[in-house]
């Protein structure tokens, strides 16, 4: 039975009444993404629609971590320089930190800690992908960016118990993901999973959100699990940014094998990570207004 069957879980998402939806517009930029027929043009059109998003957008593409030279001063050039994949990422990102900056934040759960913990884990996923040469290295970028999403909707939404669970991790010494367990019958994997699944967003990105924890549990998504797995632990490691506890939770041995690093290589890349998250403010920049 996989997390997202848990009818406690659904039973509780459900009973929300103002869970978020996808906005529109992102909705059908990622839409016209993934259809080959669009057109760079159609795409611009669609996220100039709403203009907040499209300065985000520019703002993006000109941050130090796509590193392009010149100025990049319209959403079609941006689409033509960066990519659709690129732009995608750009665009679901945007729109979830903006959405989740601040409101509701709790003091034992910091929001800007949250992202550049999530932030660090995108990074990382796509930095394994890369090294055990997966194509499509900017899905898993996303996948390890928006992995534990669903504490966003704890805090946001079952407030109160997430404190406690919080709290609970705090004086129990024990993960997050255990104590919410606890609480809820359920934790943040589902309800992110659950949650990205509604808004129609591509099955490997719910799985591998779905299975951050126990990527074994996973029937068809190991590898991917696997990789934000690992991100998330290495994350731990690296000690950059937070997602409610420091504990350093079990490495699934299989998911540590399959990734293949030495020791030498994670020492390795490492350096080059912090570096590439120093120039990746330009990610955590997208709502920096509101952080
Ligand atoms: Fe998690
Ligand atoms: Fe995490």
């Known amino acids: 039975m996989g997390i997202m069957e ?11 009444k103002n869970l978020p939806s996808l906005p529109m517009v992102v909705n059908n930029v990622i839409k016209l993404t993934q259809n080959p027929d669009s057109t760079a043009f159609e795409i611009a059109e669609a996220i100039s629609q709403d203009q907040s998003l499209a300065t985000k957008v520019l703002r993006t593409a ?20 960066l990519g659709l994949n690129n732009i995608k990422n750009i665009v679901l990102s945007a729109s979830i930190m903006e959405r989740f900056s601040k409101a509701d ?56 118990e997430f404190v406690s669970a919080l709290q609970m991790s705090k004086e129990k010494n024990i993960t997050i993901m255990e104590a919410e367990n606890s609480i809820f019958g359920f934790n943040h994997s589902g309800v992110g999973a659950l949650l990205l699944k509604k808004w129609s967003l591509p099955p490997s990105l719910v799985k591998a959100v779905e299975f951050h924890h126990y990527p074994g549990e996973s029937l068809t998504a190991f590898r991917i699990a696997s990789i934000v797995h690992v991100a998330d632990y290495l994350c731990r490691r690296i000690g950059i940014g937070s997602s409610g506890d420091n504990m350093l939770p079990m490495l699934d041995k299989e998911a540590f094998k399959l990734v293949g690093l030495s020791s030498e290589q994670i020492k390795g890349m490492s350096h080059q990570i912090t570096e590439e998250f120093n120039i990746a403010t330009g990610f955590l920049n997208v709502g920096e207004q509101d952080l």
């Open 6 to 16: 848990n009818q406690e879980l659904k039973k509780r998402l459900s009973n929300i």
């Open 62 to 81: 000109n941050s130090a971590y796509y590193g392009f030279p010149r100025k990049i001063t319209t959403i079609n050039y941006a689409i033509v320089v």
């Open 105 to 160: 934040a709790s003091v034992l759960f910091d929001r800007r800690d949250f992202w550049k913990h999530s932030l660090l884990c995108g990074i990382i996923s796509k930095k394994i992908s890369e090294h055990i040469g997966i194509k499509n290295s900017e899905e898993m970028f996303m996948c390890g960016l928006l992995h534990d999403f669903g504490k966003l909707i704890l805090d946001s939404f079952l407030h109160d």
